[in-house]
Structures are given as C-alpha cells and as structure tokens.
C-alpha cells in the first residue's frame, strides 16, 4: 500500500509519514512539495492514499484535488490545512475530498480517519458533525459566499485578509486584470460595495483567520 503524502514543508511531511507508519507498518510512503509534483507522482505509481495540503506554493491545494479527482475520480484524498473547518471543509468534501482534517488535530484523530478511508469509508471530525448538524436548524437561504465558485471564494478570502490584488495575482499565477475581474463578481454576487464591507463580513463569518 502506497500513501503520497503533499506537503511544502518537510518537516510537516517527516511527521505525517511518522504517525502513519506507526498505524500503517506495512505501507510505504512517497512525498510532494507542490502540486505539479503530485500529478507527476500519480501518474509514475499506484496511490492508495494522497494526503493533500491546501496550502502549497503555485496552484492552490483545490486546484490540485479537482485535476485529482478528475483524473483519478477513485483514489481517495484526505485534505490537510491550518484553517478552521467553516473556511474550506464543505467545499473540499463536495470536491470529492474524503477528509479534512485540521492539522492542529491530534496524531489519532489521523490515524483513525486514514484506516476508516483506506477501507473505503469518508471521515468527519466531530466538531464538522456538529456544526452540520447545527445547520439544520438554520434557515434554508444560502449565505452571500455560498454563492461563489471554489476560485471566486479563494479570492475572496484574500482580499478580505487585505492581500493586494497584483499579489493574489502572483500566488494565483494570473493577471491582475484576471482578479480585478473575480473580485467585480465577488462584489456583484454578494451585493457589496468595498473590501472594507468585504472584511467585515468576512470577519462575522469566519471566513479567514
């Protein structure tokens, strides 16, 4: 059994691979620094497993699980990041994710979603399950950022941290024009004026950090 472990730090990476050694001692383990990487990886060897960081230098961890899942709609993915659960988990598990686990999550918690996907299983945390299930009481309207694709929520949540437009544009490898159009999208869809009215909502919502 062979799990491809992506991480831009190889520190991140040398702990992921330790605590699933120990409760996988009979798979093996290859690693990835970004996603370019991991489609060259996927397509060299058979992947039971990809454990995917969202945050990786070049394309966005998203980006990376779409070409993932189109290609290889079967393997499994358990997506790893720093952000609370309300930011990205809904979004990656209707990508086709079958976790996201928090990395401030213990060691565990790992483990045990790794074995219940590996034996063809998904995995929610508690805290995710609550929160669903809490949103049942809610009312049915969807919230202003539901509304806005994987991309245009990504953009999103950067202008409303105050990131520049040219350099969302860099980390997103696309014209400053390209964003300036996003972010007229964003602004219409969610029918706001300014990425101070942006931020506030953002900061009510815990939409970012």
């Known amino acids: 059994m062979h799990i491809l472990i992506a991480d831009d730090h190889a520190v991140v990476r040398r702990g992921l691979k330790d605590i699933l050694a120990d409760a996988l001692p009979d798979a093996d383990f290859s690693e990835a620094c970004n996603g370019d990487e991991v489609l060259s990886r996927l397509s060299k060897a058979a992947i039971a497993l ?9 394309r966005s961890g ?7 899942k189109a290609t290889y709609p079967r393997l499994p993915v358990i997506i790893l990041s720093v952000h609370p659960e309300e930011q990205y988990a809904v979004r990656c598990l209707r990508a086709g994710a079958s ?3 928090n990395k401030e999550s213990a060691p565990e ?4 979603a790794t074995k219940k996907i590996l034996s ?5 945390s508690t805290t995710l399950a609550e ?3 809490a949103n049942l009481d809610e009312p049915t309207d969807k919230l202003p950022h539901e509304s806005l694709s994987d991309r245009e929520h990504e953009v999103m949540r950067l202008i409303a941290a105050g990131v520049p437009l040219t350099e969302i544009g860099e980390n997103l490898h696309v014209s400053v024009k390209t964003i ?4 007229a999208r964003i602004m219409e869809k969610m029918q706001m004026k300014s990425n101070a009215e942006l931020t506030r909502y953002a900061m009510t919502h815990n939409l970012i950090d």
Not at 109 to 112: D, H, K, M, Q, R
Request: proline residues 3%; hydrophobic residues 50%; neutral net charge.
């Open 99 to 101: 976790a996201y686990i």
């Open 50 to 58: 990809l454990l995917l960081d969202i945050n990786m230098p070049g």
């Open 62 to 68: 998203m980006d990376v699980l779409r070409d993932v």
């Open 131 to 133: 929160k669903l299930i």
């Open 120 to 124: 063809g299983g998904r995995y929610i």
């Open 109 to 112: 918690e790992l483990a045990a």
């Open 180 to 183: 300036s159009s996003y972010r």
